[in-house]
């Protein structure tokens, strides 16, 4: 039986965004009653509302409940960062201007607009299909399996680095892990004043951690098969001396 989605190289833009929040932990809200940041405070409904439970000391709640109109306008910013320490971690943001309406025990706020922006520059989000994208199926697994690929692994990160071209890897002193999706995995390769990113496709894509195992296992035999790095070799040793 084949694979019941379509296949593509990297998540769609909608379902990008939808994963940075998802993931993210923080966020930050400006409004008219100023800007705040809150840590925790967020959930996404399944039609891409943002509920906010916010503290009973904050600004922007009481401004909220107290506005004039009813629904004061706000644009909240969300960071997608790095779970593995690498060089400018932030991956991605996401802009949303709309505006909150408040509801029992939260605030909810709908998007009027959407922005992503990633190494590729800024890009507006569709926001009908924004209201119907789900999150990659390893938003919320990534970071434990980042954390777990770079610590406890970094002779399988040195191995798939034979899967990268070697114009790509010229200068290079350090390789690590900075994403991974249900369609594949990102390297960040470091160079002394300078990094690039490099993407490994999986052959098909992975919907839960078992299935991403076995694309990794694949990737690693792929990388088992391939020549030396040679490059990478020489500048860590370079640099060791």
Do not use: K, N
């Amino acid at each position: 039986m084949g694979d019941r989605h379509s296949w593509t190289a990297a998540p769609a833009t909608a379902q990008r965004a939808r994963s940075v929040l998802a993931a993210a932990w923080s966020c930050a809200v400006t409004a008219e009653g100023g800007r705040e940041e809150f840590i925790g405070v967020h959930t996404v409904a399944p039609d891409g509302r943002v509920l906010l439970r916010l503290p009973d000391d904050s600004a922007l709640g009481t401004a909220a409940i107290c506005a004039p109109r009813g629904e004061p306008s706000a644009v909240l910013e969300f960071a997608d960062v790095s779970p593995v320490p690498v060089r400018h971690r932030i991956r991605a943001r996401l802009w949303m201007a709309g505006w909150f309406t408040p509801e029992d025990e939260h605030l909810t706020f709908r998007p009027t607009r959407a922005v992503l922006r990633g190494p590729g520059g800024a890009v507006v989000v569709d926001l009908d299909e924004y209201a119907a994208a789900e999150p990659d199926p390893l938003a919320l697994a990534e970071a434990q399996l980042l954390t777990h690929l770079a610590d406890a692994h970094p002779d399988a990160v040195e191995r798939l680095t034979r899967l990268v071209e070697p114009e790509s890897l010229h200068g290079a002193v350090r390789v690590q892990p900075l994403a991974v999706d249900r369609h594949g995995l990102t390297l960040r390769i470091e160079r002394v004043r300078s990094h690039g990113d490099v993407r490994l496709p999986f052959h098909r894509p992975a919907d839960d951690v078992g299935q991403l195992t076995e694309r990794m296992h694949v990737l690693l035999t792929q990388a088992g098969t391939a020549g030396c790095p040679r490059t990478l070799q020489r500048q860590r040793t370079e640099s060791e001396g």
